[in-house]
């Protein structure tokens, strides 16, 4: 996007490459591209700080593995007339006519395997080491969803062609902030029952108020916003977590 207008927030990566990686490509070819494609230069504002941790998850003793969870794979059952395939509950599907989902910041409404694994990729993430993200990434078809395309074999490595530096740090900057934001509960009492970060993965952009649009420029810039209206729905990073507490997914695209 040319002329992309500076936003006080930090860098979030151009739509244009999100949607590019939306579609299946060699690995190879993602870990080439990844550091040559421009990235927005925000500065980044500060943020309040999560909740604090539970005992599980404190700060220098690094990240241990969940205690073990059903992961059992979402239901892909749909509506006639629609095509499901694994992963789409990581795609943006807004019925305009439904009614708006409950946005959440009180993290103590959370399940607690939910909260508990929204803190360890937390803690994860402020430690700068994106190893410490590789124990809570479930393994196999049932693991977490990185990508509507082919990641590899090794999901950290997957992640680093993300990242606009080596090492990943600017990715777990972008989880960080999206677990910053409000969450939403989505398809209640359902197999397919999520809680989804940020929240505004759940409503229609043309029903984000004035506020709500601030807390979105904290992660996406004006200029990527404006190419979201065309879809009508946010398309950038987003977390998913099941109510048992298996990290669903961190997507971004269409």
Request: glycine share 12%.
């Given at each position: 996007m040319n002329g992309m207008p500076k936003s006080p927030q930090w860098r979030a990566l151009s739509l244009a490459w999100l949607l590019s990686l939306a579609v299946?490509?060699?690995?190879?070819?993602?870990?080439?591209?990844?550091?040559?494609?421009?990235l927005?230069?925000?500065?980044?504002?500060?943020?309040?700080?999560?909740?604090?941790?539970?005992?599980?998850?404190?700060?220098?003793?690094?990240?241990?593995?969940?205690?073990?969870?059903?992961?059992t794979t979402p239901s892909t059952d749909e509506p006639d007339g629609q095509e499901g395939v694994p992963g789409d509950i990581a795609r943006p599907g807004i019925d305009e006519d439904?009614?708006?989902?409950?946005?959440?910041?009180?993290?103590?409404?959370l399940p607690e395997p939910v909260r508990r694994m929204r803190d360890l990729i937390v803690e994860a993430a402020r430690s700068g080491d994106i190893e410490k993200?590789?124990?809570?990434?479930?393994?196999?078809?049932?693991?977490?969803?990185?990508?509507?395309?082919?990641?590899?074999?090794?999901?950290?490595?997957?992640?680093?062609?993300?990242s606009g530096d080596a090492e990943?740090?600017?990715?777990?900057?972008?989880?960080?902030?999206v677990l910053s934001a409000g969450y939403v509960k989505l398809d209640p009492g359902t197999p397919n029952e999520l809680y989804v970060w940020p929240y505004f993965f759940g409503i229609p952009l043309d029903r984000l108020d004035a506020r709500q649009?601030?807390?979105?420029?904290?992660?996406?810039?004006?200029g990527d916003y404006e190419d979201m209206k065309a879809f009508g729905t946010y398309i950038f990073y987003r977390i998913g977590i099941t109510p048992e507490g298996r990290w669903a997914f961190f997507v971004a695209g269409d």
């Open positions: 299946a490509a060699p690995a190879g070819l993602l870990a080439g591209a990844a550091p040559a494609l421009a927005s230069e925000i500065g980044r504002e500060e943020l309040p700080a999560p909740a604090t941790p539970g005992n599980d998850a404190r700060p220098g003793i690094g990240v241990p593995t969940p205690d073990p969870i059903e992961t439904a009614p708006l989902p409950e946005i959440v910041y009180n993290l103590d409404r993200l590789r124990p809570l990434i479930g393994p196999g078809e049932g693991g977490t969803q990185l990508s509507f395309g082919a990641t590899g074999e090794d999901p950290i490595a997957f992640l680093k062609t993300l990943g740090q600017e990715i777990l900057a972008i989880m960080e902030e649009r601030v807390e979105l420029f904290k992660i996406v810039t004006a």
